[in-house]
């Protein structure tokens, strides 16, 4: 508890890796990177499938670089190796399985981290943590018998199944994709078409429905599930109900409210409040990364907002521990 972080990122991601190098190459020493989860970037490790392509522009939303990390397109694989690479490069505390709880200002200026037996103090905090850190679930009930069959992930799935995937982005059409060279598998969208997807994935999952390898339920919304014999029971909305052997939702994620209002952070239009510098209503606290954005996903515009904040917070003159 004596000791005083210059530096405090709650979220391993790319904008939360990027603050951290990027503040350390301006010169601020004494940086901690927090992460729940077992490893950097686990948005990346959990939701993207083997081999998935990581563009730099995403969705076709040209970016350019602001700062010293050269991103460029690549593999779900190779992303995580240069993530691994900067890290390693810089000297960067990261502490993983630790989750923040809340932050909380204190009268001299320093802020407390809480989390689960421990608190640490810093300077300046930046919060990264990601929209699917909680990813979205259905608003109807899901019966305990059958909870593990309901998925966001590919996790758990096994070959010979009938599943059934929820969404109409990228993830959504992948995992359809991918299961249906072993599996029976329906994708249903409450939308008509896939216009949210990348294009090469809008081919993709044309091409999939055209030779019959994947059956989907468009237009159409979920009214209820129920528990068959352990299997799920699908109630759509105007169609036949259906039963499958597995759900997998894959509707994106949520900002995580509960802790930015526990944090004191003010909302509005489901995102944190901030000023140009990403610096929140709190003096000293920051936000960056998919939090801030309409629609999270793109890593160079993470990375923009951690040269941003380290930028900035450097010329507040903090004083570096060399």
């Not at 004494?30 to 083997?50: C, F, P, Q, W």
Request: glycine letters at 10%.
């Amino acid at each position: 508890m004596s000791h005083i972080y210059n530096l405090a990122i709650i979220g391993a991601g790319p904008a939360g890796i990027a603050t951290a190098v990027e503040g350390y190459m301006q010169g601020i020493r004494d940086i901690v990177l927090l992460e729940k989860d077992v490893n950097h970037n686990s948005t990346i490790r959990k939701y993207y499938k083997d081999n998935k392509r990581v563009d730099k522009d995403w969705k076709g939303q040209k970016v350019e670089l602001d700062g010293r990390i050269y991103f460029v397109d690549g593999t779900k694989e190779t992303t995580l190796d240069f993530f691994d690479e900067i890290l390693e490069y810089h000297s960067v505390e990261l502490q993983t399985h630790v989750e923040v709880q809340s932050i909380e200002k204190k009268e001299d200026g320093i802020f407390e981290i809480f989390m689960a037996g421990k608190t640490i103090k810093a300077k300046k905090v930046v919060v990264t943590i990601g929209r699917m850190g909680k990813p979205n679930k259905p608003s109807y009930k899901v019966p305990a018998g059958i909870k593990k069959k309901i998925g966001y992930t590919l996790d758990g799935c096994s070959e010979g199944e009938k599943i059934l995937v929820v969404g109409g982005g990228d993830s959504a059409v992948e995992y359809a994709v991918d299961l249906s060279e072993k599996n029976d598998v329906v994708i249903c969208y409450r939308r008509e078409t896939f216009r949210r997807a990348n294009p090469t994935n809008q081919t993709n999952i044309a091409n999939a429905i055209m030779h019959k390898e994947v059956k989907p339920i468009l237009g159409i919304n979920i009214d209820a599930l129920e528990d068959v014999e352990g299997r799920v029971k699908v109630m759509f909305n105007e169609v036949e109900h259906e039963v499958f052997d597995r759900v997998i939702y894959a509707i994106g994620g949520t900002t995580p409210s509960a802790f930015l209002s526990s944090s004191g952070i003010k909302e509005e239009d489901g995102k944190p409040v901030h000023d140009n510098n990403y610096e929140t209503n709190i003096e000293g606290l920051f936000v960056a990364g998919d939090i801030t954005q309409e629609s999270g996903g793109s890593i160079a515009l993470g990375l923009n907002h951690g040269y941003a904040i380290a930028c900035f917070i450097q010329g507040e003159r903090l004083v570096s521990k060399d």
